[in-house]
């Protein structure tokens, strides 16, 4: 169950809207809530219809509804949102009830749903239903299955729930410029039978790219390939939130990808398997174990793992330009090469803005307290409790503890390691070292009961 406080902090979050239309409308449309805040909100337990395990959406929320004879009502409103991206930067995006991406969408299997959908952008919309099986004119592809919300206009959209599963909304009017702006948000199916595909903990998100270059808050929407900002739910890290589990429980995460471009997903610590799909579930016999899925462009891959393996454990997107924040794309590589001051000055001179990598990879720039454009983060950073994280975009860490209480998802801080279990240093006294000759003999064939040989060196 939900605890008290949580229900207080969710609803305390909560502003609501003005009203919307005319006052004949106001009275047949739900309230529209809103949020503005960018931390993972507890999870929506339902207050009528069937029970269900919800879902925890990555710093982001599920939207209330309210039944009116038999119907489940949604209210979206697409509208201009303020996105923190991480602390120390902030986008103008485009989104849905407060929030880039929208609020996640609840359902049950068999429920009737309706959606009333608002536009307060400047330009029309129309909101699409990914994955999720209705009429033809409830599609919402604008002209092609219904005319686009104009401005200021409110359209409702009505269908029933038949299949259980992991979908997505999304605009089909002006797509390019609309996803660009953050406009998404996801869609949850539940099963009617709450015995069938459960699981402790249900994680969802959505992964997108933007183009907002150093200094601006704008993205840049008529970008094709050169996108600068990865994001999880419009979030980079370190202002990614954990996703925390107990020990033995069944973890899902719903990962969804609307960037325009593919994102292998890889997971520490644990093996998963792929249950799910934007086309429904995949049944036991067709799943293999996987450590790492990759997740193409429009599409939800389910993942399920039991969190066995207590430790703060890395999820990613292997693409390691992903994992970092914005950078320069001027950057050269000076591996090798020492670099004066001073060069470095006469070329930002010619060049401003120009930060070369360090002349021993890039790890420098995740300490360097680098003065650089407002409201821009520096590419890799976050802090580990043994240094900096040098990570930025695509990064998360699933924290399993022994003692996490049911539905608690508050970060439970950073992972004691049993003694004697981390990686140190170690004296070099007794090292085997070419020089010496010990490393070549023990590899070398020759060496046969080679163990003995080793070990005499110590
Ligand atoms: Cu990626």
Redo the contacts with the bound molecule.
């Keep these: 169950m939900m605890s008290r406080r949580s229900v207080i902090k969710s609803v305390a979050a909560f502003a609501s809207l003005a009203s919307v239309g005319g006052r004949v409308e106001a009275a047949a449309i739900p309230e529209a809530p809103r949020m503005t805040s960018a931390a993972t909100q507890p999870p929506t337990f339902p207050s009528s219809g069937p029970a269900y395990q919800p879902v925890v959406t990555l710093n982001g929320w599920s939207l209330p509804w309210r039944m009116n004879d038999g119907w489940k009502e949604f209210h979206l409103v697409a509208e201009p949102v303020t996105r923190e991206m991480a602390p120390g930067m902030t986008a103008r995006l485009w989104g849905y009830n407060g929030t880039s991406p929208g609020p996640t969408i609840e359902t049950v299997e068999g429920d009737k749903v309706r959606v009333f959908v608002t536009n307060k952008l400047p330009e029309h919309t129309a909101v699409h239903w990914h994955g999720i099986l209705l009429p033809a004119g409830m599609d919402g592809v604008g002209g092609v299955t219904q005319p686009h919300i104009p401005p200021n206009k409110t359209f409702v959209y009505e269908f029933e729930t038949k299949e259980s599963g992991s979908f997505m909304y999304h605009p089909h009017s002006d797509e390019m410029t609309q996803m660009a702006m953050g406009m998404m948000g996801m869609f949850v199916v539940h099963p009617r039978d709450q015995k069938f595909m459960r699981v402790d903990r249900d994680f969802v998100f959505l992964?997108s790219a933007f183009r907002i270059d150093p200094g601006a808050s704008l993205p840049q929407v008529a970008e094709m390939t050169d996108f600068n900002i990865?994001t999880w739910n419009s979030r980079v890290f370190p202002g990614i939130d954990p996703m925390p589990a107990r020990r033995g429980d069944r973890v899902r995460l719903r990962i969804a990808n609307l960037?325009m471009?593919?994102?292998?997903?890889h997971m520490h610590g644990h093996h998963f398997s792929v249950t799910g799909t934007d086309g429904g579930w995949i049944p036991e016999a067709a799943r293999w174990p996987e450590a790492t899925t990759d997740v193409p462009v429009g599409v939800i891959r389910a993942i399920e793992f039991v969190a066995d393996n207590p430790g703060d454990w890395p999820i990613h997107?292997?693409?390691s330009h992903?994992?970092m924040n914005a950078m320069g794309h001027a950057n050269r590589n000076f591996i090798g090469a020492s670099q004066k001051r001073d060069l470095v000055k006469a070329i930002g001179k010619l060049a401003p803005g120009y930060m070369p990598m360090g002349d021993a990879g890039m790890a420098d720039m995740g300490e360097m307290a680098m003065p650089g454009p407002a409201n821009t983060l520096p590419m890799m950073s976050g802090e580990g409790q043994f240094g900096p994280a040098e990570m930025g975009?695509?990064f998360a860490l699933i924290k399993v503890r022994e003692d996490l209480a049911a539905n608690d998802y508050r970060d439970p801080g950073q992972y004691q390691h049993p003694a004697g279990t981390v990686a140190h240093e170690v004296g070099t006294e007794g090292a085997n070292t070419p020089e010496k000759g010990g490393a070549a003999d023990a590899m070398s064939p020759a060496a046969g009961s080679a163990g003995g040989a080793h070990m005499h060196h110590h």
């Design positions: 992964m990865w960037s471009t593919n994102h292998p997903v997107c292997h693409k992903h994992t975009g695509m």
